[in-house]
C-alpha cells in the first residue's frame, strides 16, 4: 500500500505559475504509474495529467496541454505537476493518485483505475 500527500496549493492570480508535489510512502513508489486529477464543488473528479512508472510516457487533458507539466522523481518518491498560465477556470482541489501498471510505460487517465488518492490541495486562481 502507498500513501500519497499533496502540498503546493495556494491563492494565485491569473497568469502566473505554482508547482504541485505529491510524496509517496513505501519503497515501491517507481513501480506506480501516477496521475493528477481536480475537482471542484460542482463538478465531478476530472483528468488532468498522467505519467507512467518509468517516467517516459506523458498525457495531458486537452484544457491544460502545453501549460502544465508533469514529472517525477523516483529517488525522491515524489511526482510534480508544474502550471503556468494559471487560469481562473483551474481552480480545484487537486489530487495525485497511483496505480499498479502493466507495464512500466502505461500511462491512465481514468480515475476509477486508481487504487490510492492523495487527499488533495486546493489551487485558486483569481481575475
Known amino acids: 500500500q502507498v500513501q500519497l500527500v499533496e502540498s503546493g496549493g495556494g491563492l494565485v492570480q491569473a497568469g502566473v505559475s505554482l508547482s504541485l508535489s505529491c510524496t509517496a510512502s513505501?519503497?515501491?513508489?517507481?513501480?506506480?504509474?501516477m496521475g493528477w486529477f481536480r475537482q471542484t464543488p460542482v463538478t465531478a473528479r476530472e483528468f488532468v495529467a498522467s505519467i507512467s512508472a518509468s517516467g517516459v510516457n506523458t498525457y495531458y487533458s486537452d484544457s491544460v496541454k502545453g501549460r502544465f507539466t508533469i514529472s517525477r522523481d523516483n529517488s525522491e518518491n515524489t511526482v510534480y505537476l508544474q502550471m503556468n498560465s494559471l487560469k481562473p477556470e483551474d481552480t480545484a482541489v487537486y489530487y495525485c493518485a497511483a496505480i499498479t501498471p502493466f507495464s512500466d510505460s502505461e500511462i491512465y487517465f481514468s480515475s476509477h483505475m486508481y487504487e490510492y488518492w492523495g487527499r488533495g490541495t486546493q489551487v485558486t486562481v483569481s481575475s
Open positions: 513505501g519503497r515501491t513508489f517507481s513501480s506506480y504509474a
